[in-house]
Each structure stands twice: as structure tokens, then as C-alpha cells.
């Protein structure tokens, strides 16, 4: 397989104004018939047309309703092509296609009762030739045919213009949609769904109906889904002025998905782990998955949908853009500290992991071979941290401004990165070239910060040098542009600020926090005026992605734990105090606590002003996988030793404490997933659970008492965690099978077990994961099974996936192996921990041989990506 670059990026050579489907669905064998309006691009002046196809059975084409004999086209490897198309005309396709022996999920498939499709990124190709780019926007209309008893729901992108019966009991529906859009965004579904029908009137006082499509057995859990979208709706409405576009918003429920959600215009195909929820099958953190993915998909109706990619190399114009959005909905609807925190720990452990190894690719990547490994945490997750730079440099005015001109312009247009910049520095006159480099450089940034203060001059200076590790693409860097949001805490809180340079005139009301902006290799920026050594609070609230490095005493991190007025740098405090002590116990090489840490977080436990649920992230060690990257001489399995041991000594330090919390919580209240209620809980399952890994004899009761009588599935699941960590293997196996006999028939919450039971760190873990592969409830065909089983045993067991005999690492190569053809989006993600081989010394080179097993077989394009870029 070969790269294609984006700076080979021409326009089509033809456009498809209208876009005439007939998908008429049989048993093995579906017909789609294709009637495309095409006109030549007279910018290209090119007459040979090159659509796009992947395993279709091509019947008959049509040229303006000519057949078109063997000698009038060429189909040959995936592209079918037309020599002389320099005049607008239709062309008609006719393929048949199977579904149900796609196991891809890619294109039109067959999951459970029901036919569905996913073309993003390149999936349309697999229902029809076409010019399978987002920049070919058209005008859809289906009509979809089958069987009544079969599929008795059919349903496409816009609007229902028909329907009726036909001879032999079958059926039609045709949909049309009025938006332009790319096949990306193209949609069906046909099967055997009940619905869930609500409705959203508009600002503008338009009527919107909503309908959620689920099993029938799942009716009882869409209320939150419908609930979240509304909420998004507004939102929208409020926070970007943006309005939904179509009188109908449907969203379908989904088993066998590869990814979360698909924002398919008016018709969106849903993840069941991302629609679904109920108080007795659904933890707190599904729940707010769910609310969080279903405004994601509904932001793309702008971000994305209305304006959309020129190319796939834009892939985070449209998801940077849309997960910024999201965030800050969660943030609003959620608690905004806690959103952060998490989001801030899915970059640090995982994103700049990413940014550090071998996979490692700029938000705009310049080069690929297979688009579908590149819907990454950094195209999305450290795409969404550019947005927010740019909004932290504009302001939320001029932030906001931007965006309305953005949507404005490029309403019903495919664009780039570029054109999302240039309508932030339209609105604000500002020249944000420099900080395009964060779009086309990969790494993550380090700043090394020192400071000085003078007791004569009352001035406290702070010297910030940015360097950035070389990546693939670039051994060398060109400074970013970096806004870097700090305080200076005095005795009685954060002091006034003013810069030296500063005149008093400009400084705003509030002027305790100010946003230094570097863009020079090395700057200072002095403070003058300040009447004491303060401690300084950097990059609150994570203003921009990078590696904060400034030497904090024990005491200054005690401070800021305490009094830091930006409560996540609060728990940034309590995150590097825990890599201190680690420090200290590799360096020792014993796990002595600091008693100022412990007497500090006691402290913190009692304050009843301080969110439960920040003080629940407060205590928790950081992952082992952000300690590898802090400390990547040692390797993993001490840091996963030394991190155990020192999770123990701070549970039984602060015993009396966390038994409070776990006394105090009233399990009998009714379930509610506000935020409060969720911080309560998040907190009390946390001091569980820490009890739990002292094996505290409250823990041993407790376990038990919440398991049985939990009222809900966050409690439960606390349980049954606490449970696997404090008692007898006879008392675990038979909670796990009591667990799985009351939720056999729950698909998601069997994933649950399948994890919990993949991420025990005993001996006998690999084995016990291997034989769950033959459990009846376990399936190779559906991804959220593997991803609970196969991803959670590679990703979050860093004890027993580390095996000292290699013997991890082997079976997520047979795991890989065995999905390469069958599932390759999947297969690509699960090999993803085996890249990380250069990271973990000798045995890194038993990753390294399981890597060059997996090269040595025929790969998918994408499986052979990853596993090449690893091993180069
Ligand atoms: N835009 C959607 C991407 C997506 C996807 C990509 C590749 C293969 C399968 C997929 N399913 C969904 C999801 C989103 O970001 O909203
Ligand atoms: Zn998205």
C-alpha cells in the first residue's frame, strides 16, 4: 500500500450535483442501483472520470441511459473509469453487494435485526461507485426496498417523500435530503426497530421531531439520549447561535459499530454503548458518555455537516472544532473542574504518549496510508486543545465572532484548517500564523519554567524555554505560539498582577490571572509589585498541551493543593505530589509517605466546600502510563509495583477518613444523575475502593453490602470492583458469576464484566481472558466485546499485560492476527500498545518480535500502517 500527501490535493475533476440511490434489499444479495448528475469541473478541464468502488459486483453502466459496453470503461483495482465524460449527463451504476458477510463494518452491513451503513471516512465506496471524497458534495435521495416483515423500518438522510406497499410482501420508503452533503454523511437503515418519538421546537419556533430507533427490548433506555440531545440543542442555539437545519433528528441504536457514533445528516447511527442508559444498567461515567457523544454528533450538524472537510488531512477541522464544542457543553451542564480533570488525563496519559512514539502525526497530518488510523487522540483530543487556545488567545467575544463568521462563509462548503484560522484573525486583526505551526508540527511541547524573586525590587521574574522532542515528520521544531494562563499566590490568595512593561491604565478589573503568551524559544516575563515571594499557579486550567516542567518543593505543591483559586491546578498540585512521592520511592527504594501530603489531603477530605468529586480525583495515584512518561529509565512493572504499594499506604494513612466517606453515603436515595449526586457517589465508590486495596474490614463488609443492594449500576459495579480487590478468589468467582447470571441478557453491562475480569492483576488473568473468548456471550464479530475483553487486558492491566514471559503481548498479537481481515479498523486500534515497544527496554524487544509476527502475515492496509510506522 502506498501514502497519498496532502500536498497532492487537486479539486475533483467532476462533480456530482445529484446523487439517486435504489437500494433494494434481499437475503445475501442487495442491488444498488446509482443515478449521479455529474458535470465536469471546469477549474480541472479534465474529460476522464474516476469514481471510486470496493468488492462491488458491478451489473450494467449507463451513460445518459446508453449501456456502456466493456470497451467504454476500465474497472480495475478499487477505481472505475470513464474515458470521455466532458459534458454534463447521468451516469447509472447498478452492483450488487452483500451485507451480511461484511464484517468490516464499513459500508452497508448486517448487525443483529437490522441492515446499517458507516462511510466515514471511506465506506460509500462499498455500496456504490462513487467519487468518494468530502468534497464532492450532492443531493441525496433514496429509495430504499425489502422485505415488510424483515424491515419493517427503512429510513435514510432527510426528509420521508414516500412510502407504500408492494407485491410479495415487501416495501419501499424514499427519503430526500435538501442539504448538499458527501457521501461521508450519506445514511441507511433497514430492520426491525421500535422508536422513541419526542420533539424540540426551535429559537426560531420551528418544530423538530426526534426519533431514536433501539431494539425493542431497549425502549426503556433512550430518555437520557433524547434528554441530552435537547439539552445540546439549546445549547447550541445559545452558546453559537446555531439551529437545527431539518424538520427530523433520528438516531439509531447500533450493537456492531467500530467507533462511538456517526454524525450522518438527520440520521444518526449510535454506538448502543453511547445511546443506551439506564439507572440499573448504566454506570455514572456511561451516562455522561452518552450525553456527551450525543451532542457531539449533534454539534457536527454545523461543525462538520453544514461545513465539512475539503480533504481528510482537515479531519480535525471538523473534530478538534466539534470535541471543543462538546467539552465545554459537559463542562456546562456537568461539573466544569471535573470535565477538565478528565480531559486533561485522557492527553496526559494517553495523547502525548501517542505524540511521543512512533505514530506520532501533526493535527493536520501531512501524509497517510489508510484515513481510518488517523481518527486519533490527536487529531481529536489535542485538536480540540488548539480551539481552545484560540479561544483562550481571542477571548469569548472574539472567539465567538470568529465562529459565526466561520459558519457564515463556508456555510454549505468543504474547507481546511486554514479557513478556520483566517476567520479568527478576520474578527480580532490578529496574526495567528505562528500558531498554525500547531496544526502541521507533531510532539508535545515542554516548557521549563524557573523563577526568581527579588526582595529589593519587589519583582518576581519568570524565564519559560519551550523545546520539543523531534517526531517522524520533523527533528526539529519551530517555536509555538503558547498561552500560558498563570496567578502568583501570596499568604492571602492570588496577589495582583502587572508586568513590568505593563502601564496600569491597561490592566483589566480582575487582575490576579493573566495569560502570557509565548512564542520565542526562551522569554522572561517580570512582575513588578509584588510584595512577597509568591507560589506561582501555571497553566491553569491546562491552558495549551504541553509538558509543564517548573521545580515545586513539596511545600509550594502543599499550597497550591490548598489554596490555588483554580481548582484544577488544585488537583494538578495533588497529581505531581503523587509522581513526587513515586519519585521519592523509586529513589529510596521504598514507599515512605510524606506526612504534609497525607495531614494536606485529610484536610482537603474534611472541607465540605470542595466538589466530592474533584476531592475523589485528588486521591488517586497517577495511571502508570503518565508515570512511564515521567519516569521512562524504570521499568513499567516497578512503576506498577511502587504505584500499588503506594495507593496502599495512602489508603490505610487515610483509613479513618475514607471510611467517613463511605459510611456517610445513603445508598437507598433514589437514583439521580445530577451533578451532585454523581460527585457524592464518585467519592464514596473512590474511598471504597482505596479501603478495598488496604483489605480494611470496613472494605470487606462494605463490598459485599454495596454489591447486593445497590439501587444502581455505578453502585454496583463499585462492588463487585471492591470486591475483586479485597476478598478470597471463592468469594470473587462467585460474585462475578451471581453478576453475570443477573445481567446475562444485558449486552453492555456483560462488557462490563468482561473487563472488570480483564483488568484483574492476578496471575491467572491471561488465562482467564483467553477462555472468556469462548464464553457464549463473547463474540470476535462485535467490537465492543473485543474492545471489553481484548482492549481493556492491552490498555488497562498493565500488571499481567506486561508479563514478564511475553505472554501478553503474544496473545494481542493472535487477537491482532485473527482481526486483520476480518475487522481492520479494529485490529489496528487493538495493536496500538505494541508500538509503544521502544519505551520499555529489554522488554520491549519481546513487543518488538511480536510486531514483526503480525508484519510477516498478508496485513489490511490498515493493520500494515501501524504495524510498519512501529517497527521504522
Ligand atoms: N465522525 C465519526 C467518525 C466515525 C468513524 C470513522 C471511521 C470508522 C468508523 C467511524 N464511525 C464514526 C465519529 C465522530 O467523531 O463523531
Ligand atoms: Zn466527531
Not at 693 to 699: G, I, Q, R, S
Amino acid at each position: 500500500p502506498s501514502a497519498i500527501y496532502l500536498a497532492d490535493y487537486r479539486e475533483p475533476t467532476h462533480w456530482i450535483d445529484e446523487t439517486h440511490l435504489d437500494v433494494v434489499i434481499f437475503p445475501d444479495q442487495t442491488r444498488v442501483t446509482a443515478r449521479l448528475k455529474i458535470t465536469p469541473n471546469a477549474a480541472r478541464a479534465v474529460s476522464e472520470l474516476v469514481l471510486d468502488g470496493e468488492g462491488l459486483q458491478t451489473q450494467a453502466i449507463y451513460w445518459n441511459d446508453a449501456r456502456l459496453t466493456q470497451d467504454d470503461f476500465d474497472e480495475c483495482d478499487g477505481k472505475l473509469r470513464l474515458k470521455q465524460i466532458n459534458e454534463s449527463g447521468w451516469l447509472t451504476t447498478e452492483v450488487i453487494i452483500c451485507p451480511e458477510s461484511n464484517t468490516a463494518l464499513e459500508g452497508l452491513y448486517r448487525s443483529r435485526t437490522m441492515y446499517c451503513t458507516q462511510c466515514e471516512a471511506e465506506g460509500f465506496r462499498k455500496i456504490t461507485w462513487y467519487l468518494d471524497r468530502p468534497d464532492v458534495m450532492s443531493v441525496f435521495t433514496t429509495r430504499l426496498e425489502a422485505d415488510q416483515s424483515l424491515c419493517p423500518v427503512l429510513l435514510s438522510n432527510g426528509n420521508l417523500v414516500a412510502s407504500g406497499s408492494l407485491p410479495n410482501g415487501r416495501h419501499f420508503a424514499t427519503w430526500h435530503d435538501p442539504h448538499k452533503k458527501p457521501s461521508y454523511l450519506f445514511a441507511l437503515v433497514a430492520g426491525q426497530l421500535s422508536c422513541v418519538k419526542d420533539q424540540f421546537v426551535t429559537a426560531s419556533n420551528r418544530s423538530v421531531a426526534i426519533e431514536v430507533y433501539v431494539e425493542p427490548k431497549d425502549l426503556d433506555k433512550c430518555s437520557h439520549a433524547i434528554d441530552s440531545l435537547k439539552r445540546a440543542m439549546r445549547w447550541d442555539e445559545q452558546n453559537y447561535g446555531r439551529e437545527y437545519d431539518l424538520d427530523i433528528y433520528m438516531i439509531v441504536a447500533v450493537d456492531d459499530f467500530n467507533m462511538g457514533a456517526m454524525e450522518n445528516k438527520g440520521l444518526n447511527i449510535f454506538n448502543t454503548s453511547c445511546v443506551l442508559a439506564s439507572a440499573a444498567t448504566t454506570t455514572d461515567i456511561g451516562f455522561q458518555r452518552v450525553e456527551a457523544v450525543v451532542a457531539h454528533e449533534y454539534f457536527h450538524n454545523w461543525s462538520g455537516n453544514r461545513v465539512t472537510c475539503r480533504d481528510w488531512f482537515q479531519l480535525s477541522l471538523k473534530e478538534g472544532f466539534t470535541v471543543y464544542r462538546d467539552a465545554e457543553f459537559s463542562a456546562d451542564m456537568n461539573s466544569s473542574t471535573v470535565k477538565r480533570i478528565e480531559d486533561v488525563n485522557l492527553l496526559r496519559t494517553a495523547q502525548f504518549a501517542e505524540d511521543a512514539g512512533p505514530l506520532a502525526h501533526p493535527v493536520r497530518p501531512a501524509s497517510f496510508i489508510e484515513i481510518s488510523n488517523f481518527y486519533t487522540l490527536t487529531v481529536y483530543e489535542k485538536g480540540a486543545e488548539l480551539v481552545r487556545m484560540l479561544a483562550t488567545l481571542l477571548g469569548p467575544e472574539y472567539f465567538r465572532k470568529g465562529t459565526d463568521l466561520y459558519f457564515e462563509r463556508h456555510d454549505g462548503e468543504a474547507v481546511t484548517c486554514d479557513d478556520f484560522v483566517a476567520s479568527m484573525e478576520a474578527v480580532s486583526s490578529r496574526d495567528l500564523s505562528q500558531f498554525k505551526r500547531w496544526y502541521s508540527q507533531a510532539g508535545t511541547p515542554e516548557l521549563i519554567v524557573s523563577s526568581q524573586y527579588s526582595e529589593a525590587y519587589k519583582t518576581f521574574r519568570l524565564t519559560i524555554e519551550q523545546r520539543c522532542p523531534p517526531t517522524p515528520e520533523a527533528a526539529e521544531k519551530a517555536p509555538f505560539h503558547i498561552p500560558i494562563r498563570v496567578s502568583l499566590l501570596g499568604a492571602a490568595g492570588a496577589l495582583p498582577l502587572k508586568l513590568a512593561n505593563q502601564a496600569v491604565g491597561d490592566l483589566p478589573e480582575d487582575n490576579t490571572e493573566m495569560i502570557l503568551e509565548l512564542t520565542k524559544s526562551e522569554q522572561t516575563f517580570e512582575f513588578a509589585g509584588v510584595h512577597e515571594r509568591p507560589v506561582p499557579s501555571l497553566l491553569r486550567g491546562f491552558s495549551a498541551p504541553v509538558n509543564l516542567r517548573y521545580a515545586y518543593s513539596e511545600t509550594e505543591l502543599i499550597t497550591l493543593l490548598m489554596q490555588d483559586t483554580d481548582l484544577f491546578n488544585r488537583w494538578s498540585a495533588s497529581q505531581e505530589l503523587g509522581v513526587l512521592a513515586v519519585s521519592n520511592a523509586i529513589k529510596a527504594g521504598t514507599c515512605e509517605l510524606s506526612g504534609d501530603w497525607v495531614n494536606a489531603l485529610q484536610a482537603n477530605l474534611q472541607r465540605d466546600d470542595l466538589d466530592p468529586a474533584v476531592m475523589a480525583y485528588m486521591l488517586q495515584i497517577p495511571s502508570v502510563n503518565y508515570l512511564h512518561d515521567r519516569f521512562p529509565e524504570t521499568d513499567i512493572l516497578t512503576l506498577h509495583q511502587t504505584r500499588q504499594d503506594l495507593v496502599r499506604r495512602l489508603a490505610l494513612s487515610l483509613a479513618d477518613a475514607l471510611r467517613e466517606k463511605v459510611l456517610a453515603y445513603d445508598m437507598r436515595q433514589p437514583y439521580e444523575v445530577s451533578a451532585a449526586a454523581v460527585a457524592v457517589r464518585s467519592l464514596s465508590n473512590t474511598a471504597l475502593l482505596l479501603l478495598a486495596e488496604a483489605k480494611d474490614p470496613l472494605a470487606l463488609r462494605e463490598s459485599i453490602t454495596r454489591f447486593k443492594h445497590a439501587n444502581n449500576m455505578t453502585d454496583q459495579l463499585a462492588g463487585l470492583r471492591a470486591i475483586a480487590r479485597c476478598q478470597s478468589d471463592n468469594v470473587v468467582k462467585e460474585h462475578l458469576a451471581a453478576f453475570y447470571s443477573q445481567w446475562k441478557d444485558e449486552a453492555l453491562v456483560v462488557n462490563q464484566w468482561l473487563s472488570l475480569q480483564a483488568t484483574r492483576d492476578e496471575a491467572d488473568t491471561l488465562v482467564a481472558v483467553q477462555s472468556l473468548t469462548s464464553h457464549p456471550c463473547f463474540s470476535w464479530n462485535n467490537p465492543n466485546k473485543v474492545r471489553a475483553l481484548a482492549g481493556a487486558f492491552a490498555n488497562q492491566n498493565p500488571g499481567q499485560f506486561h508479563r514478564d514471559d511475553g505472554a501478553g503481548y503474544e496473545w494481542l498479537a493472535n487477537v491482532v492476527l485473527k482481526l486483520n481481515q476480518a475487522n481492520p479498523q479494529l485490529a489496528a486500534r487493538l495493536v496500538t500498545p505494541l508500538t509503544q515497544w521502544r519505551k520499555h527496554g529489554q522488554r520491549g524487544q519481546l513487543m518488538f518480535s511480536q510486531l514483526q509476527r503480525i508484519q510477516g502475515a498478508t496485513l489490511s492496509k490498515d493493520v500494515f500502517e501501524v504495524v510498519n510506522k512501529a517497527l521504522t
